[in-house]
Each structure stands twice: as structure tokens, then as C-alpha cells.
């Protein structure tokens, strides 16, 4: 049966699926040479591999940022490996900015909405199917952690800022130029504002970090009245220094986002900014602890 197997059709399935040569082999071996039909065992063993490997830590990886020629749609997506050493490999990459591709043509509003979508054009395999393949050939858990698409509304424009490939931002500019609307989402990344205006900041963050600098007061010894003041001086200081409008514009200090907006006649009415893995809790292995363990096994 082995002999129906030519080199030339093991070459074709692995350039359809990633998978390894003797993987493909077996395969085709086990389908009697129906190319289609290997193609679907793979997959089915992809799955399989996918399945096991859902549950461990993806916090590295890239994020892909795309936007319409007209500036009017843009979407910024994450997509999550476990190791920094995937996250440079090139088909890992690809992957990415495929899904980013369709995502913004899609204009898909969710992950879920863009793993259901062709990986391109025509072709029947879902960038579901092709993120299970990819677990398949590379090893690890990967997963597209999240999008978010932005229209721009009538009046606005979108600029957007990449760090790398590990920051990235959107900002929806009324008024001004796209120039203006670059640096202020290269600040965003830079500065991390959580809110763009000072009343936006919750409720629940204030009294939170009120109750800090309330603690690190007290243990100045200092009378009550003098630590109204300083904690009214903290707070004060703080809502600037997470609100967008507040904060001292990172190419020219003296000046802040709210000033320079104010003297270009332009506001921000929105802006996303992604950092890869954010949130995600990390493993943390302790490799000597690791490498003593299994010296203690073989004693």
C-alpha cells in the first residue's frame, strides 16, 4: 500500500496542513492515497491536539494592527502563544496577520465571529481550523485572545501607533490631522492613560487609591488638616496622571494632551490600546527547582 504513496503527494499535504512528513505519510497511507481525505485526518488529529493543549498558559505571542486605506476602520488583534520563541516563528506570524486581514474585511466584532471566517478568499479552511492545524505543527497552545474593530464616525479619523509588536493603539481624532493623531496614540502607548477624561475615572479606583495615600498619610504623624491637603493634593494629581486629557504630553512636557487638543481645535473621542499578554497570569518555573526535582527521581 505504501507504494501508492508518491514523494510528490506527501510534499503537496504538508504544504495544505504544516504537518510533519511522517504524519502526512501515515496519513495518506491510512486513506489510500485520497489527498482530500488526509487532509481531513489531520485536522481531526490537529483537534485532538488543540484539545490537550487548550489549558496551558498563552501569554506571549503578537498583536497585528490594520486599517483601511481611507483611515474610516482599523482593527487591533491579539493572538497568543507560550513562548516568545513562537511568537517569532513565521508561520505563527502569518497566521496573525491573516486573521487580522479578514477580521478588518469581515469587520468582525469578536473572536469568535472572525474564527468562523476562510483564512482567505474562497478557500474552505476557517481560521479555526487553520489556529488547530497551527497548535498541530508548532506544538503549542495558541489562541486569538481578542479583537476589537473600530468605525470611525462620521466627522472622525483613526490613527494608530505600533510599538513592536507588543503595543498597539487606536484613537478616533475630531478635528486636527492625522500627524496630530499619531502622536497623541504614540503617547497613549507610551503612557498607559486608562480613561480620557478625569471624571471618567471609577468611582471604586478612587476610593481605592484614596484609601492608600489616606494609610501613607496617617503614618506621617502629621495634624489631620494638613493630611486633607495632602491627600486632596495626591488625588488630584493622580486622576491627571490616569486620564489622557491629564497627562503631560511625552514630547513636549510642558504642555498637556488636553492643551495641545485645545490649541489644534481637535478631541479625542475614543482610543484602544492592547499590550500582549496584559492581564494573563504567567507560569513561573523555576528551573533549578525543576532540574533538582528530576535528580531526585533518578537517585
Do not use: W
Not at 503537496?12 to 489510500?32: F, I
Not at 489616606?214 to 495626591?234: D, F, L, T, V, Y
Request: aromatic share 4%.
Amino acid at each position: 500500500m505504501n507504494n501508492m504513496i508518491s514523494a510528490q503527494l506527501i510534499k503537496e499535504l504538508r504544504e495544505r496542513t504544516g504537518a510533519g512528513m511522517m504524519e502526512c505519510k501515515n496519513a495518506l497511507v491510512a486513506v489510500k492515497g485520497d489527498l482530500d481525505a488526509a487532509v481531513t485526518e489531520l485536522r481531526k488529529k490537529g483537534q485532538a491536539k488543540a484539545d490537550k493543549k487548550a489549558d496551558r498558559v498563552a501569554a506571549e505571542g503578537i498583536l497585528i494592527l490594520k486599517a483601511s486605506d481611507d483611515r474610516r476602520s482599523a482593527v487591533l488583534i491579539e493572538v497568543n502563544c507560550e513562548t516568545d520563541f513562537v511568537a517569532r516563528d513565521e508561520s505563527f506570524k502569518a497566521f496573525a496577520e491573516a486573521a487580522a486581514i479578514r477580521a478588518l474585511e469581515t469587520q468582525s466584532q469578536s473572536v469568535e465571529g472572525v474564527l468562523a471566517q476562510p483564512l482567505m478568499g474562497n478557500q474552505p479552511e476557517t481560521i479555526e481550523q487553520a489556529r488547530q492545524a497551527l497548535i498541530g505543527q508548532i506544538g503549542e497552545n495558541i489562541q486569538i485572545r481578542r479583537l476589537n474593530h473600530v468605525l470611525a464616525k462620521q466627522e472622525g479619523v483613526l490613527a494608530t501607533y505600533m510599538h513592536g509588536s507588543r503595543i498597539g493603539v487606536i484613537v478616533e481624532l475630531m478635528g486636527g490631522d492625522l500627524q496630530l493623531g499619531k502622536d497623541i496614540a504614540m503617547h497613549i502607548a507610551a503612557s498607559k492613560p486608562q480613561v480620557i477624561h478625569s471624571a471618567e475615572v471609577p468611582a471604586e479606583v478612587i476610593a481605592k487609591e484614596k484609601e492608600i495615600f489616606m494609610a501613607q498619610a496617617q503614618q506621617s504623624g502629621k495634624p489631620e488638616a494638613i493630611i486633607e491637603k495632602m491627600i486632596a493634593g495626591r488625588m488630584s494629581k493622580f486622576v491627571d496622571e490616569v486620564s489622557l486629557m491629564g497627562q503631560a504630553f511625552i514630547r513636549d512636557p510642558n504642555i498637556t494632551v488636553g492643551a495641545l487638543l485645545k490649541k489644534a481645535n481637535a478631541q479625542v473621542t475614543r482610543f484602544i490600546r492592547f499590550e500582549v499578554g496584559e492581564g494573563i497570569e504567567k507560569k513561573s518555573d523555576n528551573f533549578v527547582e525543576e532540574v533538582m526535582a528530576q535528580v531526585r527521581t533518578t537517585h
